[in-house]
């Protein structure tokens, strides 16, 4: 399983654009058949089968192997990657489906951030070192240089995890979040 894969075809953005197929998406981080995430998804497994076949044929879920059950066989899947990147170069060229990509962007936002949490609540306050970083600002982004900044984002991320994206040495998390600011309303008012 790779750490990120970038999505550089329309084909693979569209069939990861649906809610449910990123929740069976989730599911397969963990190698599993569609019985066990229908199960835990209280779906029926022909509708995960469907879903999965999709994300097979976009090339983001793979068959790690196969059990025979009664007789019958049954695949065990797992997501090609821990992430999923977006190129830029698609994002406008999905302009359609935008609401959806935004909405999925913001579920990931939360769930990203809630799994930041349980790991920090998790790390142990009584080691020597705890070596971690938190860096938060405000950018401006002119519309017409959104791709142009995230490409560059992009970039650079994926210099990082290329560089030491190895095996060896400690493991880091790298979580990074970017949404628009919501303004507070400059002074007091009162009745």
Known sequence: MRDVLYLEEIGQAEALLKPQRVEVLRQLAEPRTCSEVAERLGQTP???????????????VDQVSERKVRGISEGI?????????????????????????????LGYLLDLMEEVQADIAGLDR??????????????????????????????????????????EGDA????????????????????
Do not use: N
Not at 78 to 93: F, H, N, T
């Open 77 to 105: 899947y797992q997501a090609g990657a821990r992430s999923y990147w977006l190129s830029p170069r698609l994002v406008g060229r999905i302009g359609g489906l935008r609401k959806v990509r935004d909405e999925l962007s």
């Open 172 to 191: 880091f998390k790298l979580a990074v979040a970017c949404y628009p600011k919501i303004e507070t309303s400059g002074g007091e008012h009162h009745d």
């Open 46 to 60: 022909q509708r995960v089968y469907y879903h999965v076949k999709r994300l097979v044929e976009a090339g983001l």
């Open 126 to 167: 009584t080691a020597p070192e705890l070596p971690s970083i938190g860096l938060s600002g405000e950018i401006h982004v002119p519309p017409e240089r959104r791709q142009e900044f995230l490409a560059e984002l992009q970039t650079m991320l994926q210099d990082l995890f290329t560089r030491y994206g190895g095996a």
